[in-house]
C-alpha cells in the first residue's frame, strides 16, 4: 500500500508526519473520489517523484478515469494560477489586476467531475503553492456550495502533510 511506503521512507525524526499520513489519508472521512484527487493534485504539486511514485498508482487505481484526469489537470490549471494571481496580490500597483487575464484556463469551467471536487483540489493545490488569492476565491466557492468547513479543512491537512513527506524525502535524497 502506498501509504505504508511512504511511512516506512520517512525518518524517524519525522515520526509526526508519518502519524498524519495516516490519519489524514488514510482515517478520512471525504468520499473516495474528493480524497484520492486531492490527495493526487497535491502529490503532483509538490512535484516529489518518491511522493507521486508511490500515491499516482493508488490514485489511479481508485479514481474513475475522469477524476483521475481532472485531478491532474487541477495540479496543472494551479500551477499556473498560483503563480499569476500570487504576482498579482503581491505587487504595489494594483492597476495589474485590472487588465485582462488572457490565460487560458477552461478546464475550471468544465473539469468532467462536479465542481465542488475540482474546486476543493484547486483549493489544496493552492494552500501548496500559497496563493492566498486562489485560496480564499476556491473557500468561497466551496463554501457558497455547502461545503462544510471541516471538508475545506481536511483538503488543507492533505496538502500540508503531503507537501511536508515530499519535503522530507526529497531532502533526505539529497543528502544521501
Given at each position: 500500500?502506498?501509504?505504508?511506503?511512504?511511512?516506512?521512507?520517512?525518518?524517524?525524526?519525522?515520526?509526526?508526519?508519518?502519524?498524519?499520513?495516516?490519519?489524514?489519508?488514510?482515517?478520512?472521512?471525504?468520499?473516495?473520489?474528493?480524497?484520492?484527487?486531492?490527495?493526487?493534485?497535491?502529490?503532483?504539486?509538490t512535484?516529489?517523484?518518491?511522493?507521486?511514485?508511490?500515491?499516482?498508482?493508488?490514485?489511479?487505481?481508485?479514481?474513475?478515469?475522469?477524476a483521475?484526469?481532472?485531478?491532474?489537470a487541477?495540479?496543472?490549471?494551479?500551477?499556473?494560477?498560483?503563480?499569476?494571481?500570487?504576482?498579482?496580490?503581491?505587487?504595489?500597483?494594483?492597476?495589474?489586476?485590472?487588465?485582462?487575464?488572457?490565460?487560458?484556463?477552461?478546464?475550471?469551467?468544465?473539469?468532467?467531475?462536479?465542481?465542488?471536487?475540482?474546486?476543493?483540489?484547486?483549493?489544496?493545490?493552492?494552500?501548496?503553492?500559497?496563493?492566498?488569492?486562489?485560496?480564499?476565491?476556491?473557500?468561497?466557492?466551496?463554501?457558497?456550495?455547502?461545503?462544510?468547513?471541516e471538508?475545506?479543512?481536511?483538503?488543507?491537512?492533505?496538502?500540508?502533510?503531503?507537501?511536508?513527506?515530499?519535503?522530507?524525502?526529497?531532502?533526505?535524497?539529497?543528502?544521501?
Open positions: 500500500m502506498a501509504l505504508d511506503e511512504l511511512k516506512a521512507a520517512l525518518p524517524d525524526y519525522a515520526k509526526d508526519l508519518k502519524l498524519n499520513l495516516g490519519s489524514v489519508i488514510g482515517n478520512s472521512d471525504l468520499p473516495q473520489q474528493q480524497l484520492w484527487g486531492t490527495v493526487l493534485a497535491c502529490a503532483m504539486a512535484g516529489s517523484k518518491s511522493v507521486l511514485g508511490e500515491l499516482e498508482p493508488q490514485a489511479k487505481e481508485l479514481l474513475s478515469a475522469e483521475y484526469t481532472a485531478a491532474k487541477a495540479a496543472a490549471v494551479m500551477a499556473m494560477n498560483n503563480v499569476y494571481y500570487r504576482t498579482l496580490h503581491l505587487l504595489s500597483d494594483k492597476e495589474y489586476g485590472t487588465l485582462r487575464t488572457g490565460l487560458r484556463m477552461n478546464i475550471i469551467g468544465n473539469p468532467g467531475v462536479e465542481k465542488v471536487d475540482f474546486e476543493l483540489w484547486s483549493f489544496a493545490v493552492s494552500a501548496i503553492n500559497g496563493c492566498g488569492q486562489c485560496l480564499d476565491s476556491h473557500e468561497q466557492v466551496l463554501r457558497k456550495a455547502g461545503v462544510e468547513r471538508v475545506v479543512q481536511a483538503a488543507a491537512k492533505i496538502a500540508a502533510v503531503v507537501q511536508a513527506v515530499a519535503s522530507v524525502l526529497d531532502a533526505e535524497a539529497a543528502i544521501a
